[in-house]
């Protein structure tokens, strides 16, 4: 990159990221006044995007070739920029606190699902729909979409990409990022459209259905009813576990499945695992539910709260805090699993455990075979050294996390099993929790420092944690060293007469 335009890919990308969420804001200014809801909200949450956003993208470079550093910069500016200017709208519409709006936003672009409304009736329609939406968009990813729309950043975008999606490696489908993050745009768009339909068709009224398809689709869990899937029946139940479980497997997978190669999905390792985590979780939940519910509606709950936890989407079909403490304590351990890599779903995700599990098998045969040579694979897939780094990284990291923030939330005040899902369901994008953050409660019962603390949880949760803790390294703040320009060559000096004669 030449030296005049270094440090310039941040506010391009920022920039970028403002005056399209001010376009999305119009858009919704226009429904509301549909609806008849106000809409100066959204107007003048559009005039403060676009203000902010103008100067950044008139300042910044897109580049040829942004150093990791800029893309990471990136990354984290623009999922901290757009979720505090998207504040507003619930600041202005519905009354909130700004560390509630906060909170709010965050969960949304975050597709996290932790609410801290806590009277549904006092807000907009329009607000309902604009929360599910941010979803949507947090669900696939700001930057993957911005890479298939906006061409400059194709030029850059694998850094980001690497950044953004989740999982210990990328899966290409196309050599190019642009192509590739258009199709998995497409399959997203596609599954969005299908799953609104389906809730139409289940007897959902057209709005719940476009709002919930925005937020399954996401596996994010934001709905506009307050006691969430409680009030629907089975056939809703069936659509919502159906799409929850597509949302959670590997759209480079879907893809491929959905254009020519749908054996692929019986060969991937993952999804196998992830299948049989849901038929065995489901099963043991629906068994520990039988005291609470007959046999049928034990096995629709049962099964509903696996994959919904399990996605982290966090629908509720019922009050499941209410649930028999072995229920209450499967879901607690599905908060840890997660998704598929590359999919919508947060948590650890089902490849970095099949990584850890299959190296802790390794090294205890490695007791019996001390000099056997023992790949470590996935599948047909040897997984490298680096990545089993990382992905050891990515775990200490994420356990600190948890274990300091639920220690934390215990001193300002809340019990240990409010503080530990809490801090669970932050850091995993799930979304409730127990206890006083249940499935029919909201975070606003927890005090203003917590709700502050489970906001951070949220951001390193979604942008996979190490890279968000890179900001507390002093390196990651040193300015970069502009390289010297190379001097000419000079010719070789030719020897004297005395070095010519030895």
Known sequence: MPSGRRGRF???VVGMGLLTLALALVGFSIYAAILGDPLGPFLLTAVVAFLLGAPLRLVGRFGSDPSRREALLSVLLLWSVVPLVGT?????????????????SMSGFTATGATAIA????????????RAFTQWVGGIGIVVAFVAVFPQLAIAGRQIFQTETPGPT????????????????GVYVGLSATCAFAYALAGMAPYEAVAHAFTTVAAAGFS??????EAYGLAIDVVAITFMTLAAVNFALLFRAFFGRPRDLARDPELRTYAAIVLLAGSLLSLHLLGT?????????GFFQTVSILTTTGYASADFDAWPDRARATLL?????????????GGIKVMRWLIIGTHTVREVRRVLHPRAMLPLKVGARVIPDEVLRAVGAFLTLYGALVAASAALLVYLGEDFVTALSAAAATVGNVGPGFGAVGPMASYDNLPAAGRALLTFNMYAGRLEIVTVFVLFTLRSWRLPRVPERQRPERAPRRPGRDEAQR
Do not use: K, Q
């Open 10 to 12: 941040a506010p391009f």
């Open 88 to 104: 507003l709208p619930y600041v202005l519409g519905a009354g909130m606190s700004p560390l509630n709006a906060l909170f709010e």
């Open 119 to 130: 009277d549904f009736e006092a807000v907009p329609a329009a607000l309902f729909m604009w």
């Open 170 to 185: 990328e899966d290409r489908l196309s050599p190019r990022l642009r192509t590739t993050a258009l199709a998995v745009l």
């Open 224 to 229: 506009p009813e307050a006691r969430s899937f």
């Open 293 to 301: 519910y007959e046999a049928g509606e034990a096995i629709r709950h």
């Open 333 to 345: 351990i599905l908060m840890f699993v997660g998704g598929s890599a590359g999919s919508a779903a």
